[in-house]
């Protein structure tokens, strides 16, 4: 069973995943860290993120380390934004996606583009989505709990800014698959948004 996980930044669908995965008994692969790992890459580097061709060079992902706290902190978020509209890095990270999502016995994946490009042909889609002033108090309170420094009126604003850049680039761009069920999280806790994803992927699969 192959579950596609899509929305933008702290909407809470890596925690949904994540819990789907567990529900499911299911690997799970949060696919913002392979382009926050290019953009830890980059910039312990130095190297420029408005440049795509240093960008493609920092994508040998393997190389950082997945529990470097650095990756979920504001100024690689922001670059990892900006490094994953170049479609040559996004064709660099696509192969180990797929081949994730094709394993026997399927996975679990969360992304911005998983409905739609890594896995179109997914069993169930799930679109999370909050409004942006609930998903700034959340990546505060996540920022906060990691020990690392966030201010909300910089995180929503930054929010924002990722928002409209994943949702217009040309390559990719953050959007809702036709055939994904939408979950909207603002006013759920976090048991009452697992309980709602895990029904409606079983509505889904019943179909
Ligand atoms: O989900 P996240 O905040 O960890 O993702 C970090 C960035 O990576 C996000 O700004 C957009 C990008 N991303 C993407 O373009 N495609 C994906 N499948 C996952 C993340």
């Known amino acids: 069973m192959l579950i596609a996980?899509?929305?933008p930044g702290a909407s809470g669908k890596g925690t949904i995943s994540r819990a789907l995965a567990a529900h499911f008994h299911l690997p799970h692969m949060d696919t913002g860290m392979l382009y926050r790992a290019v953009a830890l890459n980059l910039w312990r580097w130095g190297g420029d993120p408005a440049s795509e061709f240093e960008a493609l060079r920092a994508c040998d992902v393997a190389?950082?380390?997945p529990d470097d706290p650095e990756l979920r902190s504001e100024p690689i978020s922001s670059i990892a934004s900006?490094?994953?509209a170049y479609p040559s890095v996004r064709t660099a990270l696509l192969d180990r996606q797929?081949?994730?999502?094709?394993?026997?016995?399927?996975?679990v994946l969360d992304g911005r583009d998983i409905g739609t490009i890594v896995a179109p042909d997914a069993d169930a889609k799930l679109f999370v989505t909050a409004s942006s002033e609930v998903r700034a108090q959340r990546r505060v309170r996540e920022l906060l709990e990691r020990g690392l420094p966030a201010h909300y009126e910089d995180v929503l604003t930054d929010i924002r800014a990722r928002d409209e850049r994943d949702s217009s680039?040309?390559?990719a761009p953050l959007r809702q698959a036709g055939d994904?069920?939408?979950l909207d999280t603002t006013s759920l806790n976090v048991g009452e948004a697992i309980a709602e994803a895990i029904r409606?992927?079983?509505q889904r699969l019943k179909k």
Do not use: N
């Open 5 to 7: 996980v899509d929305g």
């Open 63 to 65: 190389a950082v380390d």
């Open 82 to 84: 900006r490094v994953s």
């Open 98 to 107: 797929r081949q994730f999502a094709q394993q026997p016995g399927g996975a």
């Open 169 to 171: 680039r040309a390559t």
């Open 180 to 182: 994904a069920d939408v």
């Open 200 to 202: 409606l992927v079983d």
